[in-house]
């Protein structure tokens, strides 16, 4: 194996706690990184809410109107100020969440920059526990240099998080991909 290779058991280590057991979520919504915010659909659909955490864009990793999907669109944030994106991504092992993982980094990064780089995104899906914090964790490989056990890590010390264990495969190979870059030391 080579040290770019990474296993499902290192990462689900890095998930639980102490007792060796997942936390669910102690709070609806968590920034996990400046600015950027995870979490459930509870916030998603209360535009007050968003608008009291300065939320500028709505990630939306489980769009879709099925009980394990957050309904909402374009049309639910008009009039609001916040900018949309939907992805119509399921919480199943077989799901291929990283088909996405490109066009989510890119939203996450034009709502950082949005009002001047005051710009604040949400990312959710209905838990805020497995599709929206591997979209996020994917941003922090692609767009901030992490490798995924920083990645992951990072967000996991701020919200009570677990992808489900195909998301994480994939979490895997994208670090494969992108371990080349990070040969140099980097920061």
């Given at each position: 194996?080579?040290?770019?290779?990474?296993?499902?058991?290192?990462?689900n280590?890095?998930?639980?706690?102490?007792?060796?057991f997942?936390?669910?979520?102690?709070?609806?919504?968590?920034?996990?990184?400046?600015?950027?915010y995870v979490g459930?659909?509870?916030?998603a659909?209360?535009?007050?809410?968003?608008?009291?955490?300065?939320?500028?864009?709505?990630?939306?990793a489980?769009?879709g109107?099925s009980?394990?999907?957050?309904?909402?669109?374009a049309?639910?944030y008009?009039g609001?100020g916040?900018?949309?994106?939907?992805?119509?991504a399921s919480?199943?092992?077989?799901?291929?969440l990283?088909?996405?993982?490109?066009?989510?980094?890119?939203?996450?990064?034009?709502?950082?920059?949005?009002?001047?780089?005051k710009?604040?995104?949400y990312v959710?899906?209905?838990?805020?526990y497995s599709?929206?914090?591997?979209?996020?964790?994917?941003?922090?490989m692609?767009?901030?240099?992490?490798?995924?056990?920083?990645?992951?890590?990072?967000?996991?010390?701020?919200?009570e998080?677990?992808?489900?264990?195909?998301?994480?495969r994939?979490?895997?190979?994208l670090?494969?991909?992108?371990?080349?870059r990070?040969?140099?030391?980097?920061?």
């Open positions: 194996m080579s040290a770019f290779e990474v296993t499902l058991q290192q990462l280590d890095l998930l639980v706690d102490d007792s060796g997942y936390r669910w979520p102690t709070k609806h919504a968590h920034e996990v990184y400046p600015r950027i459930n659909a509870l916030v659909t209360h535009i007050t809410r968003l608008k009291r955490l300065g939320i500028t864009h709505v990630l939306n489980a769009q109107n009980s394990m999907h957050v309904n909402t669109n049309e639910f008009a609001t916040i900018a949309y994106h939907g992805v119509a919480d199943t092992d077989h799901f291929d990283s088909v996405y993982f490109e066009e989510a980094a890119d939203f996450i990064e034009e709502a950082l920059a949005d009002k001047n780089g710009g604040r995104v959710h899906c209905r838990e805020g599709r929206s914090p591997a979209l996020v964790i994917a941003y922090l692609l767009r901030r240099n992490m490798d995924v056990h920083g990645a992951l890590a990072t967000v996991r010390q701020r919200r998080i677990a992808p489900n264990d195909g998301f994480l994939q979490l895997c190979r670090n494969q991909r992108l371990a080349p990070g040969t140099s030391s980097n920061k």
